[in-house]
Structure formats: C-alpha cells, structure tokens
C-alpha cells in the first residue's frame, strides 16, 4: 500500500507522521520525540521474514535496527542513518581507515547473521547505511540494512537446490549458476563490495560492458567477469556442480581464451590498490564457495591490524 506525505501512521509504541519517500516501498517519518525514522512497507511476507530477523539478532550495534511495527498499512518503523554506502562513495570516494572501519562493521554484523544461521543475500553497497563523524572519522557508525531477503540455511539441503538472490555484480558465482549457496554467497559480495569501495565513484568489477541489466544475457556476462578476473577452481568443483554447470563454465572459459580476456586480479596494479588490500581481496574471492573464509576468520585477519 502506498503511504502518502501527512499520513499518520500509529504502531504498538507510538506513531510518526510520513515525511517523504526516498524509494520504492521506503519513506522518512518523524515520531512524537521529534526524531526522524524510517518507514518500509512491502508484501506481508516479506515485511514478516525482517521483522522476525531484526527480533532474532536483537539489538546489534551493526545491524539497522526496528523500533515499532504498524498494521495500518503493515509496514516496519526502522531507525534513520545519515546516508548509504553507494551514494557516500559517489560522492567522495573513501579513504583507507574509512574502508576499513565500514569493512569491519559489515564483517561484524555477517557474523552475528551467519551464527544464526541466516545468509543476508543482498550484500552491496546502498544496503550499508551509515552515520556521519567528525573531521577525525568520517563515519560514527555503520549498520547494515534490508533484511527482507534474509535466509535461514538449511544445512540438509542439496548442492543443487539454489535460487537467484541479490543484485548481479554483487552475486556469487554459486548463486550466478543456480547452485546451492549458503553463508560464502555473503562473503563473496562482502569482497565485491569492498572492491567497489576502495575504487569509488559507482565503478563495478564485475559490471559488464555495453550492456543492460535487464538484458537477457547480463548474469552470464557478469560470470564471464568473475571468472576472467578470479579463476581458480579446482577438480573438486564437480562435487558441488552437475555436468550442466560445468558445462556452462567450460564455455565460459573458452569464451575468455578465444577473446583473450583473462585479467587475474593477483597482478592487479592500481595506485587505489595497495598490496594489502589486493591479498585481503584475493584470501575472499575464490569461486569455489568452499574456499571462502568465514566472517569471523576474517575479523582475525592481519589486514586489519594495518589500518
């Protein structure tokens, strides 16, 4: 239901006055204390599966939290940040402590979801929201958002049970071929995300060229990206992968010979890419799920004590 500028929506703790939308299903409100707030409304199935994600991890730091719920229409009263990680960065890209900061804060918040034994499945850029700083850090804090998609894993299930989740440059390699996916499909968009950070300005690695995304052809040219940049499988994939998928990779890399476009990221050279950044990137993006760190190994790593 569309909520409209003046409308009054009343929850189980109180009630806002809408403000004005910022996108689709998404408005700002302002409370009875006079602090702004945020309005999501979507099909009932989906504004449920949040809603009981956001009661599940509690009041995480890092994670967007709910205040109050309305039936009238059914929507979520969600806490307002400042801004989101796509539009900060395209405005002005973010230096290195700030990269590091917001990629701990988002590590964290994975965490607590994977340790549930929920996969968040739209991990990018606008679903990072942030708090501005001072003049010492940019940000103050970082939580991320939209929990709609957010899913139970369901550690029983068959590799070949998947699902298209997420936006397509942000989506793993797994999830891209229709392949089981579970708590790496999160990691491997972490990595996309952060890539997408320390070069700024809305570029993407894995965003095709010349083409739309709502092009028939888009999902698989994002696949011919990530394996162009980060191949490295081994036979074992044939485990997790039926002779269809691996069918579908076997043109892919001989479409990538015949065209000559292999650019492995270990020789990446960039003056936004340092070496520590470029062999965190590399520990992450692996296209065999399997090889993925976890959340909680990465908050461990060194890369982190360099910051």
């Not at 945020?38 to 890092?62: F, Y």
């Not at 491997?188 to 570029?203: D, E, M, Q, R």
């Not at 065999?288 to 760190?293: G, K, L, V």
Request: include cysteine; glycine fraction near 6%.
């Amino acid at each position: 239901m569309k909520l409209e500028v003046g409308q009054h929506l009343r929850g189980k703790a109180g009630s806002c006055k809408v403000l004005e939308q910022l996108h689709h299903g998404v408005w700002t409100a302002i409370d009875t204390n006079y602090q702004k707030v945020v309005v999501k409304t979507a099909p009932k199935q989906r504004l449920d599966n949040e809603r009981q994600v956001l009661e599940c991890v509690g009041e995480h730091p890092c994670i967007r939290q709910m205040i109050d719920t309305s039936q009238d229409p059914p929507s979520l009263v969600l806490r307002h940040l400042d801004d989101d990680l796509l539009s900060t960065s395209n405005a002005k890209k973010l230096a290195e402590p700030d990269i590091k900061f917001v990629a701990r804060k988002i590590l964290e918040a994975l965490s607590a979801l994977h340790q549930l034994g929920y996969v968040h499945t739209d991990i990018k850029p606008d679903n990072v929201l942030v708090n501005y700083g001072n003049d010492a850090a940019r940000f103050s804090e970082v939580q991320l958002g939209d929990c709609g998609d957010v899913c139970r894993v369901d550690p029983n299930a068959g590799p070949l049970e998947g699902h298209i989740i997420g936006a397509a440059v942000f989506r793993s390699p797994e999830a891209m071929l229709n392949l089981r996916w579970g708590t790496p499909t999160d990691i491997w968009s972490f990595g996309a995300t952060l890539i997408s950070l320390i070069w700024g300005y809305n570029w993407h690695i894995f965003k095709p060229d010349n083409i739309e995304p709502d092009h028939e052809e888009y999902g698989l040219q994002v696949l011919v990206k990530q394996v162009s940049i980060f191949w490295a499988i081994s036979s074992n994939f044939k485990e997790i992968a039926d002779e269809e998928r691996l069918g579908i990779l076997t043109a892919v890399i001989n479409h990538i010979n015949d065209n000559k476009m292999w650019k492995p990221f270990s020789r990446a050279e960039d003056v936004e890419l340092s070496e520590e950044d470029r062999n965190f990137i590399e520990k992450i993006m692996k296209l065999d799920p399997r090889d993925r760190p976890t959340a909680k190994e990465l908050l461990q790593d060194e890369w982190f004590g360099s910051a």
